[in-house]
């Protein structure tokens, strides 16, 4: 196990929505493992450096957050630009973050109701800002010999789930993207992944509707028994970053618990 964690140690994982749910899991994740931490968050700024905070007291590493705006994917470039200043590597971009309540209006909802100003939003955040994000991240991976490139999907755009439609075709969209990246970037040695999670325990999850039918039902699919919790994505996308993934790209992995399938 130290072995593992030996080749973390002193690099850099940058990730957008870092202080809840899976984002959170997955700062965690890499945090204990030794690795120094750029994450993102919307509005909180005194959550997110108290967080900052206590992964630097609880794992010996280097934490700092900053504030973003995902529907404002531009500025991913000043971001970048600040993680310059306070890091000295890039080494892992995880794009995590979404939006939800008003700006999902439209978005949101039956495929009858469905708005261009939602599904725009929606695509925004997902999509645009993966594509921005992973620029910029590139160009710091491109000086270090290279990287790990991961952004997070839904098995939406595979089964049928209600109100849907708009988040479940930005996943597709961002898993065509990833694929694209991952075929120009591979001769800069970075590698471009996607994790898709099936119905993960989370609050964007429980802002759901349907949020019962959905738990109630996901427990029921999987031959495991049981709803997916923001740690399995989270260790998906340690393996990714690592080693001992070092030629998977272009690849879309699913964390459902087998209920895609049953």
Same mark, same amino acid.
């Given at each position: 196990? $130290?072995?593992?964690?030996?080749? @973390?140690?002193?690099?850099?994982?940058? =990730? !957008? *929505?870092?202080?809840?749910?899976? &984002?959170?899991?997955?700062?965690?994740?890499?945090?204990?493992?030794?690795?120094?931490?750029?994450?993102?968050?919307?509005?909180?700024?005194?959550?997110?450096?108290?967080?900052?905070?206590?992964?630097?007291?609880?794992?010996?590493?280097?934490?700092?957050?900053?504030?973003?705006?995902?529907?404002?994917?531009?500025?991913?470039?000043?971001?970048?630009?600040?993680?310059?200043? $306070?890091?000295?590597?890039?080494? @892992?971009?995880?794009?995590?973050?979404? =939006? !939800? *309540?008003?700006?999902?209006?439209? &978005?949101?909802?039956?495929?009858m109701k469905l708005r261009p100003r939602g599904i725009n939003n929606i695509f925004t955040a997902t999509v645009n800002a993966?594509?921005?994000?992973?620029?910029?991240?590139?160009?710091?991976?491109?000086?270090?010999?290279?990287?790990?490139?991961?952004?997070?999907?839904s098995t939406g755009n595979l089964v049928y789930i209600e109100n849907y439609a708009g988040h479940g075709a930005s996943k597709?969209?961002?898993?065509?993207?990833?694929?694209?990246?991952?075929?120009?970037?591979g001769e800069k040695n970075i590698r471009v992944n996607v994790v898709s999670g099936g119905p993960i325990e989370t609050d964007?999850?429980?802002?759901?509707?349907?949020?019962?039918?959905?738990?109630?039902?996901?427990?029921?699919?999987?031959?495991?028994?049981?709803?997916?919790?923001?740690?399995?994505?989270?260790?998906?996308?340690?393996?990714?970053?690592?080693?001992?993934?070092?030629?998977?790209?272009?690849?879309?992995?699913?964390?459902?618990?087998?209920?895609?399938?049953?």
């Open positions: 196990m $130290d072995k593992f964690a030996d080749e @973390f140690r002193g690099k850099t994982l940058v =990730i !957008s *929505g870092g202080t809840r749910g899976i &984002g959170r899991a997955i700062v965690e994740e890499f945090a204990k493992i030794g690795a120094n931490i750029a994450f993102t968050y919307n509005s909180n700024e005194e959550l997110a450096n108290t967080q900052a905070k206590e992964l630097e007291e609880n794992f010996g590493i280097k934490a700092k957050a900053y504030g973003l705006n995902i529907l404002e994917p531009e500025t991913y470039k000043d971001l970048f630009e600040q993680i310059d200043n $306070d890091f000295d590597r890039v080494d @892992f971009f995880i794009s995590n973050a979404i =939006i !939800s *309540g008003r700006a999902v209006a439209g &978005g949101y909802t039956k495929f993966f594509v921005v994000g992973a620029q910029e991240a590139a160009k710091r991976m491109e000086k270090t010999g290279g990287g790990s490139i991961i952004s997070l999907s597709a969209a961002v898993e065509a993207m990833a694929r694209y990246a991952a075929t120009e970037l964007a999850l429980r802002a759901f509707t349907n949020y019962e039918e959905v738990r109630d039902m996901t427990a029921k699919l999987s031959p495991l028994n049981r709803m997916g919790q923001p740690t399995d994505l989270a260790g998906a996308c340690l393996f990714l970053c690592s080693s001992k993934a070092s030629w998977i790209t272009g690849h879309t992995f699913i964390i459902d618990g087998g209920t895609t399938f049953k």
